[in-house]
Nanobody
């Protein structure tokens, strides 16, 4: 059973940084494509970043150049480093296992004040 637990969210001023972590269990983490999504109030959940087994990364246009996704297979953890945060980055951020396993974390709130 896929179990994902996010941490690292919080309140930060615009221009600040946060690092989200997602600890995975119940899967062969090193063989799993992982991703970060976010959902702002009244909006659909959107893909923020993904990282493959071979550490290839993709980003949404809205975060490209500001966010960095990485993984530590020894710790079964995926990270999202978020720099130059903007108020429009405010959302609940979710970790997801994409392939071959599928699952979601419970989410962590990120609030960016102006």
């Amino acid at each position: 059973q896929v179990h994902l637990v996010e941490s690292g969210g919080g309140l930060v001023q615009a221009g600040g940084s946060l690092r989200l972590s997602c600890a995975a269990s119940g899967i062969i983490f090193s063989d799993t494509v992982m991703a970060w999504y976010r959902q702002a109030p009244g909006k659909q959940r959107e893909l923020v970043a993904s990282i493959t087994v071979g550490r290839m990364t993709k980003y949404s246009d809205s975060v490209k150049g500001r966010f960095t996704v990485s993984r530590d297979n020894a710790k079964n953890t995926v990270y999202l480093q978020m720099n130059s945060l903007k108020p429009e980055d405010t959302a609940v951020y979710y970790c997801a296992a994409i392939s071959p396993y599928n699952g979601w974390g419970q989410g962590t709130q990120v609030t960016v004040s102006s």
